[in-house]
């Protein structure tokens, strides 16, 4: 059952990370990537929660494992980053990973605390 919520989970955030990304770098014609950083922070905000909350295993495994896990991409931020770096856009690329680092790690707490606060 839980391997079944995982691919359904999956099968929705993915194809929302493709969508909010694209919606996001068609408003901002920047180089900086914008959508993959927002939906990683989204992620992270939406596992905390769910971790704070104690969710069950099953909605872990729908939402958290499933969903989240394809939603957020370690892949694309590392190629972006490395994309920035070939650009010589060394600001930029710096600012992506410290950036991601900084906010993905605020909105995970923010999204515990937020989390336990419901229970």
Do not use: K
């Amino acid at each position: 059952m839980s391997l079944a919520l995982v691919a359904l989970g999956g099968a929705i955030g993915a194809p929302t990370r493709y969508f909010v990304d694209r919606i996001i770098q068609r408003r901002r014609a920047l180089v900086f990537p914008w959508g993959t950083f927002c939906v990683n922070v989204a992620g992270c905000l939406m596992l905390g929660v769910l971790v704070g909350a104690g969710v069950g295993d099953s909605a872990f495994a729908l939402v958290g494992v499933g969903f989240c896990g394809a939603l957020t991409t370690y892949s694309t931020f590392g190629y972006e980053t490395y994309r920035l770096l070939e650009q010589r856009s060394f600001l930029l690329a710096t600012a992506n990973v410290l950036g991601s680092l900084a906010a993905t790690m605020a909105a995970v707490g923010l999204g515990y605390l937020a989390g336990t606060a419901v229970v």
